[in-house]
C-alpha cells in the first residue's frame, strides 16, 4: 500500500511540474508573438516613409524584433535601477540604428533619421 501511495505521488508531482513548466512555456510564447506582432507593425509603417523593398522590410524587422526584445529584457532587468536601464536602453537604441544603418540604403537610413528626430 505505501509503495502505491508513494508512486501516485511521485506520478501526481511529475504531472504537476510537467504542467507548469507548459504554462510558463505558453506564457513566453505570447510574449513572443506580442513582439513579433508589435515589431511587423512598425516595420510596415517605417516601410512606407522610407519605401523599403522586401529584402530590406525582412532585415529591418528582424532588427526591430531584436531591439523589442533587447529593450524588455533591459526593462525587466533593470527596473529597479533607472539610471543602468537609461544607458542599457540607450545603448540598445544606438546598437539598432547601427544594425539599422548596415539594411538600408544611406538614401534610407537619412530619412529614418530625420523621421526619427521628429519624434
Known sequence: M????TTTLLILSF???QATSLVIIKKDRGNDERLKMQAIEQ???LAVKIGLNEADYIRVKN????K???TQ???EMY??????KAKKLLAI????NEQLAGAISARQHKMYLSLASIK
Do not use: H
Not at 505505501?2 to 501511495?5: E, L, P, R, S
Not at 537604441?93 to 539598432?96: D, G, K, S, V, Y
Open 2 to 5: 505505501k509503495k502505491f501511495f
Open 15 to 17: 504531472v504537476i511540474a
Open 43 to 45: 516595420t510596415r509603417q
Open 63 to 66: 532588427i526591430t524584433y531584436q
Open 68 to 70: 523589442l526584445v533587447a
Open 73 to 75: 529584457e533591459a526593462e
Open 79 to 84: 527596473a529597479n535601477n533607472p539610471e543602468i
Open 93 to 96: 537604441e544606438t546598437q539598432f
